[in-house]
């Protein structure tokens, strides 16, 4: 029998060691300081909650990401979040019971099934932002913003985002009463572009549906792919104000410096949102950075359907594409009784600086600590001298 070595952590489960801690941190405590001046305030759902509270609403790909555990008092089944947005909308829904608009924000760790996302770990830190009681494109369109400038707070200039609507998608599969069957192989064949396939599984509905369908993995690319989908699409009332909602967010980032482009097969949450979904990804990342939309819908399962629109990211997954994190270098100061050296420590602690301070018989190592400077005691008082010209 192979003896397991006490230290080794799960597949796909990282310990995040001091220097790439203090970055996460550093950028987890500015973009919170950032939505905070936007009105958004910060709450801290818990990790346990019973399995109906967490999936009910968002979905079957939700329920497999969840690790699920028996509550030993109740013997109900609970599961670890694997998402804090379901979270967030119980909060706004039944907990705060606010009648106007509700700005939330949150930060935490979330565990999945699976790895995914760009840091390919089972343990992302989630954070977000969730608008709800405002049913139109102005409320998409400040979550969106505030999306880009939460990037570009943390060093990722070059934005670009990607937008589609799922009710182009869902308006034809409504209309045309297609089965759930044939609508998830019509989701999935979507998702792929296999144009082929998806005109395999339309033959048989009527011609408008099919050639719609057919025109949806064609309909990418920048904003005047908008104005063909205006002339391709069968002209409903569903499918014109989702274009004209298209239209709408095409421009509002202009003053921010971002690239915009649209998908209309792009049907991520297809079962989750209810409108304008997008995506923000920049140079250097093999994936999206973010994730967001529309969902109108989750709250009823808490007793109040309101409108909603958010986001949110993975942290350590946008962390990974940054350059290396390096510690920040520190001060050592003797082990010493002497109160004006402790006075001078704890004034330089006061003005933002690391001191470090030894321990009486301890040989203490520089680079280990890394401390590049150090206190004297010369000329009558304690002097912080760089170690590297003594």
């Known amino acids: 029998m192979i003896?397991?070595?006490?230290?080794?952590?799960?597949?796909?489960?990282?310990?995040?060691?001091?220097?790439?801690?203090?970055?996460?941190?550093?950028l987890r405590r500015t973009l919170l300081d950032l939505f905070k001046v936007h009105g958004y305030q910060y709450v801290i759902p818990p990790m346990l909650e019973y399995m109906e509270s967490l999936i009910t609403g968002v979905g079957h790909d939700l329920d497999l990401a969840t690790f699920k555990v028996?509550?030993?008092?109740?013997?109900?089944?609970m599961g670890v979040r694997a998402d804090m947005t379901p979270q967030a909308a119980r909060i706004d829904a039944h907990l705060l019971n606010?009648?106007?608009?509700?700005?939330?924000?949150y930060a935490g760790s979330v565990l999945r099934t699976k790895p995914d996302g760009l840091a390919q770990t089972r343990e992302p830190l989630q954070l977000g932002a969730e608008l709800y009681g405002h049913a139109s494109i102005a409320s998409d369109i400040e979550i969106q913003r505030l999306l880009v400038k939460a990037l570009q707070a943390i060093g990722i200039d070059q934005v670009h985002m990607d937008f589609s609507h799922v009710n182009?998608?869902?308006?034809?599969?409504?209309?045309?009463?297609?089965?759930p069957q044939l609508e998830q192989d019509l989701y999935a064949a979507l998702q792929s572009k296999d144009q082929s396939s998806v005109a395999a599984l339309a033959k048989d509905l009527d011609k408008t549906t099919c050639e719609a369908l057919l025109h949806l993995t064609e309909l990418n690319g920048d904003k005047t792919i908008l104005v063909k989908a205006a002339k391709l699409l069968p002209e409903t009332v569903a499918i014109k104000h989702a274009l004209e909602d298209l239209v709408k967010v095409s421009?509002?980032?202009?003053?921010?410096?971002?690239?915009?482009?649209?998908?209309?097969?792009?049907?991520?949450?297809?079962?989750?949102h209810s409108g304008i979904v997008f995506a923000a990804y920049a140079q250097g990342y093999?994936?999206?950075?973010?994730?967001?939309?529309?969902?109108?819908?989750?709250?009823?399962?808490f007793g109040r359907?309101?409108?909603a629109t958010g986001f949110s990211l993975d942290l350590r997954g946008v962390a990974t594409a940054l350059p290396p994190a390096k510690s920040a270098m520190a001060i050592f100061a003797p082990a010493s009784d002497d109160k004006t050296l402790t006075t001078k420590i704890e004034v330089l602690r006061a003005e933002g600086y690391i001191v470090v301070q030894g321990l009486a018989a301890v040989e203490s190592d520089m680079v280990e600590l890394n401390c590049n400077k150090k206190l004297e005691h010369?000329?009558?008082?304690?002097?912080v001298v760089d170690i590297s010209t003594q």
């Open 3 to 26: 003896k397991m070595r006490n230290w080794l952590l799960p597949e796909y489960i990282e310990d995040v060691l001091p220097a790439e801690a203090a970055r996460i941190e550093a």
């Open 70 to 77: 028996v509550d030993q008092l109740t013997g109900r089944l």
């Open 98 to 105: 606010h009648q106007g608009i509700t700005r939330l924000c």
């Open 168 to 179: 182009v998608f869902g308006s034809l599969i409504e209309a045309s009463q297609i089965n």
């Open 251 to 272: 421009g509002a980032l202009d003053d921010l410096g971002v690239t915009v482009s649209f998908d209309l097969s792009e049907l991520r949450g297809y079962h989750y």
């Open 286 to 301: 093999k994936g999206p950075l973010a994730l967001g939309g529309r969902y109108d819908e989750v709250g009823q399962s």
């Open 305 to 307: 359907a309101r409108p």
């Open 378 to 383: 010369y000329n009558s008082g304690w002097h």
